[in-house]
């Protein structure tokens, strides 16, 4: 079982599945991680080229430590992505999905607060659809929750993530949490979302679901088999 994530930005593969790509590693599958976005191939209006060099030393850190197989960039603009139009993003996710070939696609959740997780869930949704192309080989896509950003669209405005997926990753949980120590850039104070206490909480609060010390969720998008 081949599994691609798709993460907008470094850090969300952690925030989003950490444990469940480790535990996935353990269990022999081949898991590849793409971040899709970064500086841009041109002058970007917030950060420097050199912001992005050590963004990705820390994503390969963490990504190594998960067991990821492979991580792969891509250069589409950082929170900048409703000014790329909607054809060049869906080429460079579907040029993704055509190099890795998973069987099983985790994403964004779509109606998440920040634009770029919203283009790159669109972007998946066109890439995965079942009866065209690369995505007549995947099996099942489902959206993971990343904390500051899915939780804080308006209410009754947009759907709410209410996953039907729950994986344990009570064996887990501390390697996602060396996994986000790794990226130290990114990394927040204990009472922000993207933080080590954050992580530990949504990962205890999911476990409660199904009744394990510690979980991550998803939503279920389509399954083919």
Not at 85 to 90: D, L
Not at 121 to 145: D, H, M, N, S, W
Request: charged share 25%; hydrophobic share 40%; proline share 6%.
């Amino acid at each position: 079982m081949k599994t691609l994530v798709l993460a907008p930005h470094a850090d969300d593969e952690v925030l989003g599945m950490g444990g469940t790509i480790a535990r996935f590693a353990d269990e022999g599958k081949q898991v590849v991680v793409a971040i899709l976005t970064g500086h841009g191939k041109y002058k970007h209006p917030l950060w420097e080229p050199e912001l992005w060099d050590r963004i990705r030393q820390e994503a390969k850190q963490s990504c190594a430590g998960l067991g990821v197989s492979d991580v792969i960039f891509r250069e589409l603009p950082a929170a900048c992505l409703d000014h790329v139009p909607a054809w060049e993003i869906n080429r460079t996710v579907s040029d993704v999905l055509r190099e890795v070939q998973p069987e099983e696609v985790y994403i964004p959740f779509c109606h998440d607060l920040h634009q770029d997780h919203q283009a790159i869930a669109y972007a998946a949704t066109v890439a995965c659809r079942p009866y065209l192309g690369v995505g007549r080989q995947v099996k099942r896509v489902l959206a993971y929750e990343t904390l500051s950003e899915t939780h804080l669209a308006p209410p009754y405005l947009a759907p709410a993530f209410q996953p039907n997926v729950f994986i344990d990753i009570s064996s887990y949980l501390d390697k996602k949490i060396e996994a986000m120590r790794a990226y130290e850039s990114q990394l927040q104070a204990d009472h922000l979302p993207r933080s080590i206490e954050a992580l530990r909480a949504l990962a205890r609060f999911r476990g409660t679901h199904i009744g394990v010390e510690a979980a991550e969720s998803f939503v279920l998008l389509r399954e083919s088999l």
